[in-house]
């Protein structure tokens, strides 16, 4: 025989009515150095003193999260290999390598209502995009969002175009130890930007 304890289903229930909707979206902007009128004729240019800077986004310009259950509440979202960025780079003769970094645009996750919530809540993991040059060795593991700039990818001693660098993009939300559960629901936004920097 079985029992079902109904004080434990009607908190259930009542927990249940009361979570509403929260809805993230992230818009991805990019931030290039250098001008380049035709990739293969910058990759010939002997090196000068500018370096040659430029960072595409292929596909997953924007992320949408909605958390509308109990369960992505409390285990959160992943979009994984969301985002596909391209590299171009050309270093001039005082630079070594180069490195890609990321940042939100403000302090915190605006809200609708004048709500807001912690940046820590969105992760961010890069992973080699299968261009002609394998960026594995240089991943940095994932890094929460912040409005300072973080590093994805670090010390590329190599030059290339957009066919060499190709970056993946996974996007988490709420997935580590805080959860979102208690925050008010509503419409948020971020702006996150991309840039590459050579070092």
């Known amino acids: 025989m079985y029992y079902f304890d109904c004080k434990m289903f009607d908190r259930f229930i009542l927990m249940a009515k009361h979570v509403r909707y929260i809805n993230v979206v992230l818009f991805v902007f990019i931030i290039s150095s250098g001008i380049s009128n035709a990739q293969r004729s910058i990759l010939r240019t002997p090196k000068t003193d500018q370096d040659t800077l430029m960072v595409r986004v292929e596909s997953g310009g924007s992320v949408d999260f909605r958390v509308n259950s109990i369960r992505k509440y409390?285990?959160?979202?992943?979009?994984?290999?969301?985002?596909?960025?391209?590299?171009?780079?050309?270093?001039?003769?005082?630079?070594?390598?180069?490195?890609?970094?990321?940042?939100?645009?403000?302090?915190?996750?605006?809200?609708?209502?004048?709500?807001?919530?912690?940046?820590?809540?969105?992760?961010?993991?890069?992973?080699?995009?299968?261009?002609?040059?394998?960026?594995?060795?240089?991943?940095?593991?994932?890094?929460?969002?912040?409005?300072?700039?973080?590093?994805?990818?670090?010390?590329?001693?190599?030059?290339?175009?957009f066919h060499d660098f190709k970056i993946y993009i996974t996007y988490r939300l709420g997935k580590g130890a805080e959860k979102l559960l208690g925050e008010s629901p509503g419409y948020y936004v971020v702006d996150l930007e991309f840039r590459v920097t050579a070092q």
């Open 74 to 161: 409390n285990e959160g979202l992943e979009y994984n290999n969301w985002s596909r960025l391209a590299v171009l780079v050309i270093l001039s003769s005082t630079s070594n390598s180069w490195d890609l970094e990321f940042k939100a645009f403000t302090e915190h996750i605006i809200g609708d209502g004048g709500n807001e919530i912690d940046l820590s809540y969105i992760s961010i993991v890069a992973e080699d995009g299968g261009g002609n040059k394998d960026l594995s060795s240089f991943i940095q593991g994932e890094k929460s969002l912040e409005s300072d700039y973080q590093t994805l990818i670090a010390g590329v001693d190599t030059e290339g175009d």
